[in-house]
């Protein structure tokens, strides 16, 4: 009798273990703030360049748009990376901020210098740490 009951506890609790190890509902990820309609920030948009001599001026546009992003930006982040011609095919781009641009301005010049390609994307910014999505990369080679 205590042989039976002393197997019964233990499956009881073996169960019990399992159950609770495998009653999880999937991985979390960081939390998120609920979205509402409008909230957000449209991303920049017609990303285009002009060369100049040891330096690229990049301009923007931007538009409000009160049915999905109607929250106006600060300002914009401008993002780059370079690579030497010889750099490998389809490597993954390591993109670093490399200035900001407060509203109402939609342009940037850097400096660049021979032989690389060079690949460039803007964030619109705003308040709370607001982020719109990137705009389109575009790349500029200087050879």
Avoid at 9 to 35: D, E, R
Avoid at 95 to 100: E, R
Wanted: charged share 25%; net charge positive.
């Amino acid at each position: 009798m205590k042989n039976k009951r002393a197997i019964l506890q233990v499956s009881i609790v073996l169960f019990s273990v399992i159950l609770l190890v495998f009653s999880g509902c999937g991985k979390k990820g960081p939390p998120l703030a609920p979205l509402i309609k409008g909230q957000k920030i449209a991303p920049p948009f017609d990303l285009k360049y002009t060369p100049g001599d040891k330096k690229i001026t990049l301009f923007w546009n931007h538009k409000i748009d009160i049915e999905t992003a109607a929250v106006k930006p600060r300002g914009f982040e401008i993002f780059m990376t370079k690579k030497t011609f010889e750099a490998c095919e389809g490597c993954p781009f390591v993109f670093k901020m490399i200035g900001f641009v407060s509203m109402p301005s939609m342009e940037f010049m850097t400096r660049i210098e021979k032989g690389f390609k060079y690949y460039f994307r803007v964030q619109a910014t705003g308040e709370d740490n607001m982020k719109s999505d990137f705009s389109k990369t575009i790349q500029f080679e200087y050879q």
